[in-house]
């Protein structure tokens, strides 16, 4: 079992900037990919970025390349998302997702191979 906690999110200007972060606990963090998935009102839950095990690999959504960063931190069972530029389209509840554990180094958007949730942040951007 795999718990995950998020916290960064709130309210923030069009233009501006926020970190979250997930801390994970259970366990071995580091064997599993993490992903952050958002859901705006009224949307479908999409995804946004994941990372390996190894933060080795990295994807991000075509809609948040060049100004989202995903990265983690296995020592402190973290991973963090670096929002920059953020527009009023990124307003939505943020989630971190756990998928695994994998013995390879291996990366997926994809939701239904993430198997640990967590209660998710709220991010809102104004314009």
């Known amino acids: 079992q795999v718990q995950l906690v998020e916290s960064g999110g709130g309210l923030v200007q069009a233009g501006g900037s926020l970190r979250l972060s997930c801390a994970a606990s259970?366990?071995?963090?580091?064997?599993?990919?993490m992903g952050w998935f958002r859901q705006a009102p009224g949307k479908e839950r999409e995804f946004v970025a994941a990372?390996?095990?190894?933060?080795?690999?990295?994807l991000h959504a075509d809609s948040v390349k060049g100004r989202f960063t995903i990265s983690r931190d296995n020592a402190k069972n973290t991973v963090h998302l670096q929002m920059n530029s953020l527009k009023p389209e990124d307003t939505a509840v943020y989630y971190c997702?756990?998928?695994?554990?994998?013995?390879?180094?291996?990366?997926?958007?994809?939701?239904?191979?993430?198997?640990?949730w967590g209660q998710g942040t709220q991010v809102t951007v104004s314009s």
């Open positions: 259970g366990r071995t963090f580091s064997s599993y990919a």
């Open positions: 990372i390996s095990w190894s933060g080795g690999y990295t």
């Open positions: 997702a756990a998928g695994g554990p994998y013995y390879s180094d291996y990366v997926t958007s994809r939701a239904y191979e993430y198997n640990y």
